[in-house]
C-alpha cells in the first residue's frame, strides 16, 4: 500500500457548513478507504471506493475518485460539532506486499464549531 | 456483533520491561492488522496475521513481535521498552484477505517512563 497525502491539514468550520477534504496518491490502486478518528480513539471506517468508481455516498458523505488525477475528496455535508474529528485516507493496492497493510498520511483534523 | 476489542486500555510500564497486547477480532474475522500512532509519526503499520501465519511486516526493530491464536485473538509484544515505545497500539481486524475494509479496536494507550 502507500500512503496517501490529505489536505488541508486543518479545518474550521460552522455547525450545518459543508466540509470537504482531499486526497493524492502516487501509484495505480485498487480502493481508496477513508476513515475518521475521534481525539485518542480508534479508526472508524467511513467508505470505500473502488478503483473503477467515481462517487460513491453514504448518508451525508460523498466521495470521489478521479484516478487520472490519482486524487479523492471527501464531502461531509450539513457538518455538526460531533463531526470534530482527524479524517485519513489510505489508498490500498491488494495482495503481496499490501496485506493488512493500511498506509495512512498525518490527516485532516475537522473542527466543527457549534 | 461485539467489535474489536483491546486489552489493556492503559498501561503504564518501566524503561527496559516488555509487555503484551491483546486484540480479540471481530467474531469471523481471519485477518489481525496492528498499527502504532504516535504525535510525531502518525500511523504506522506493525504487522498483519491470517491464519496464524504473519503476512506482513512493518519496518519496526526485532523488538516488536506478534502472534495469532487459531481463534484469530492476537497478541503482541515488546521487549526491552524504550521511551520511544509510547504510543497508542491500535489493531484493525478484516473479515478477508486483501485490502478490504478494517475495523480498529480503541487501542492501548502505552506510556513508558
Known amino acids: 500500500s502507500q500512503q496517501g497525502e490529505e489536505d488541508p491539514q486543518a479545518l474550521s468550520i460552522q455547525e450545518g457548513e459543508n466540509a470537504t477534504m482531499n486526497c493524492s496518491y502516487k501509484?495505480?490502486?485498487?480502493?481508496l478507504q477513508w476513515y475518521r478518528q475521534n481525539s485518542g480513539r480508534g479508526l472508524v471506517h467511513l467508505i470505500l471506493?473502488?478503483?473503477?468508481?467515481r462517487e460513491k455516498h453514504s448518508g451525508r458523505l460523498r466521495v470521489t475518485l478521479d484516478t487520472s488525477k490519482k486524487s479523492s475528496s471527501l464531502l461531509i455535508t450539513a457538518s455538526r460539532a460531533a463531526d470534530t474529528a482527524s479524517y485519513f485516507c489510505?489508498?490500498?493496492?491488494?495482495?503481496?506486499?499490501?496485506?493488512?497493510?493500511?498506509?495512512f498520511g498525518q490527516g485532516t483534523i475537522l473542527t466543527v464549531h457549534p | 456483533k461485539a467489535g474489536v476489542t483491546q486489552t489493556p486500555r492503559y498501561l503504564i510500564k518501566t524503561r527496559g520491561q516488555q509487555v503484551t497486547l491483546s486484540c480479540s477480532p471481530i467474531?469471523?474475522?481471519?485477518?489481525v492488522s496492528w498499527y502504532q500512532q504516535t504525535p510525531g509519526q502518525g500511523l504506522q503499520f506493525l504487522f498483519e496475521?491470517?491464519?496464524?501465519?504473519?503476512?506482513n511486516k512493518g519496518n519496526f526493530p526485532g523488538r516488536f513481535s506478534g502472534r495469532q491464536f487459531s481463534n484469530s485473538r492476537s497478541e503482541m509484544n515488546v521487549s526491552t521498552l524504550e521511551l520511544g515505545d509510547s504510543a497508542l497500539y491500535l489493531c484493525?481486524?478484516?473479515?478477508?484477505?486483501?485490502?478490504?475494509?478494517?475495523?480498529f479496536g480503541q487501542g492501548t494507550r502505552l506510556t513508558v517512563v
Open positions: 471506493i473502488r478503483s473503477n468508481e
Open positions: 467474531s469471523g474475522h481471519r485477518s
Open positions: 496475521y491470517f491464519s496464524e501465519t504473519q503476512r
Open positions: 489510505a489508498p490500498t493496492t491488494t495482495g503481496g506486499t499490501s496485506y493488512g497493510k493500511l498506509t
Open positions: 501509484t495505480s490502486i485498487n480502493n
Open positions: 484493525a481486524s478484516s473479515p478477508a484477505q486483501g485490502n478490504t475494509e478494517a475495523f
